[in-house]
């Protein structure tokens, strides 16, 4: 069985320790990943310190631009084998997988265009001066993604960082590591000098906390869970340096009587059974306006009961989830529905043929779910779909706004002047009106408020978070 190595310094690393590596559709191991730690990480921040100083720091942003380019298009030509392994790895269905790298290729190709386009200004200041600003990168940055989508995570946090001219640390999950350590491949193909990007595998509470701690990360990218993002934000306060947090959601999903059902239906099921609910940004809670509630939640139900789940090779309308752990969790949510005497109005169909060692969960609708329930309050990140009812708009919007998450809202209506009162006051950094691009859209500025966190990804906005702004004032006489 193949052992991944680390990617340090543009070389293959190994450690001491190993990590399995499970097949989630089967519960089978499928590679082993090094087990990074403290020395590891100290080892890679080095490095990325020694390709600033080598010339990373210094390069013109056009040409770091066509680095990122180039690697887009590695990434595309390679397309079908990264599927395949995101695929085995996260258990996700082949033509979802093949999405995430469409979308990763994207990204590089989105940020290569960017690199030399994030202008400073000049600013009318005294007479006999003037006053310009300079965007320059922070250093050398931590990007810390998890396990749900591992490419598209890392090209999110990754190319916007090297676009800016940082170095990066990055620490995938440790369920899902290979896709990362192929793209540092490809990346030093594409011509990315050494120790600009590096991976280190591992733990989170070892290679994880090594990194957020290290005296040399100027920046810290983080994607996961809120407990976790808390963790990063103590170790960034304890060096004052900044951070992105992107921590999840309990997304609402707000149907009115004279929204167009059928658009409806078919996008609210997707955006919550798509790669089986594990979308920082799946709609989750259903809040349907109580003319329309019984109408909107049985035709969900029949949604509902013809999904079907199964192996990521057989593409079918999900896959298993990552772990046992994750299984047992969302499980979990679903028996305690049952005990609370809360209806589970339809589940989705493991295939028969599907192996008993996998980590399935059929998608499952239940309602009617009161709003202050732990499940409508807390993030799931499985395929579980709580229909809410609402009296009227004012408490659609109170119910949306009442709980500690706000990452992504859909707003389902024909009238477009209740859409836009409740997008303006929903609590939401993002906000779909008739359409919902859970985890979408590279180019659509994506970010969280309240406990979803802080900070923007995706989009030009992603830069900035990337870079630090410098004043320079000249006094030069009148
Ligand atoms: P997690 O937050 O523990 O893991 C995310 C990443 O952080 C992984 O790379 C992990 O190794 C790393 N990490 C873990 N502990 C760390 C530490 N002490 N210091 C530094 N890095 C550390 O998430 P999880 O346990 O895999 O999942 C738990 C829950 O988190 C999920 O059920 C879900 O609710 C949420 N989650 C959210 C997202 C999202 O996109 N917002 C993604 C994954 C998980």
């Known amino acids: 069985m193949m052992t991944h190595m680390h990617r340090i310094g543009g070389r293959p690393v190994a450690s001491d320790d190993v990590i399995t590596v499970v097949n989630p559709s089967d519960g089978l191991a499928l590679g082993r990943i090094a087990r990074g730690g403290a020395r ?76 030399d386009k994030l202008h400073g200004e000049t600013i009318p200041y005294r007479s006999g001066h003037t006053v310009l600003t300079v965007y320059e990168p922070h250093g050398v940055v931590g990007v810390i ?30 369920d899902t590591s290979l896709t990362a350590l192929a793209l540092a491949d490809l990346a030093r193909e594409a011509g990315l000098p050494d120790g600009a990007l590096n991976v280190v595998t591992g733990y989170g509470t070892e290679a994880g906390d090594a990194l957020i701690h290290h005296s040399g990360i100027m920046h810290i990218s983080f994607t ?30 707000i149907v009115f009587d004279d929204a167009d059902m059928e658009l409806a239906g078919n996008t609210i ?9 594990q979308t920082c940004s799946a709609g989750s809670r259903m809040i349907v306006e109580d003319a329309a509630y019984d109408r909107v939640v049985s035709d969900m139900a029949r949604r509902f009961a013809a999904v079907r789940v199964g192996p990521g090779d057989q593409d079918l309308d999900s896959g298993p989830v990552v772990n046992a752990r994750q299984m047992e969790r969302v499980k979990g949510y679903i028996d305690l529905a049952r005990r609370d005497g809360l209806p589970v109005l339809a589940q989705g169909q493991i295939v028969a043929n599907a192996s008993d060692g996998g980590y399935f969960v059929p998608p499952t609708l239940i309602g009617e779910v009161p709003p202050d329930h732990p499940l409508a309050q807390q993030e799931i990140f499985g395929p579980v779909l709580v229909a809410i009812r609402a009296m009227d708009e004012a408490d659609a919007l109170r119910i949306a706004n009442a709980t500690d998450y706000g990452l992504a809202a859909g707003i389902w209506t024909s009238d477009l ?26 180019e659509l500025p994506f970010g969280g408020v309240k406990a979803s966190g802080f900070g923007r990804e995706k989009g030009f906005a992603a830069l900035y978070g990337f870079a630090t702004l410098k004043t320079i004032t000249i006094q030069h006489g009148a």
């Open 145 to 174: 993604v998890p396990w749900n989508y591992p490419l598209q995570m890392t090209g999110r946090a990754v190319a916007p960082a090297l676009a800016m001219g940082n170095a990066v640390v990055l620490k995938p999950a440790e």
């Open 224 to 253: 996961g869970s809120p407990e976790v993002g808390r963790l990063v934000q103590q170790a960034a306060s304890e060096r004052t340096i900044p951070v992105t947090l992107e921590l999840g959601g309990k997304s609402p999903q």
């Open 269 to 277: 099921l997707k955006a919550i059974v798509q790669n089986a609910g």
């Open 40 to 115: 590891e990480v100290d080892q890679a921040v080095h490095a990325a310190q020694s390709a600033m100083q080598d010339g990373w720091g210094d390069m013109e942003a056009v040409d770091r631009g066509r680095i990122l380019a180039r690697l887009a298009e590695l990434i595309r030509r390679d397309a079908e084998s990264l599927a395949a392994t995101e695929s085995l790895d996260v258990g996700k269905p082949m033509s979802l997988a093949r999405g995430d790298v469409a979308a990763c290729a994207r990204y590089f190709e989105y940020y290569a265009g960017a690199a």
């Open 417 to 442: 002047g209740r859409a836009l009162r409740i997008a303006r006051s929903i609590d939401s950094g993002q906000v779909f009106i008739n359409n919902y691009g859970a985890g979408g859209g590279i």
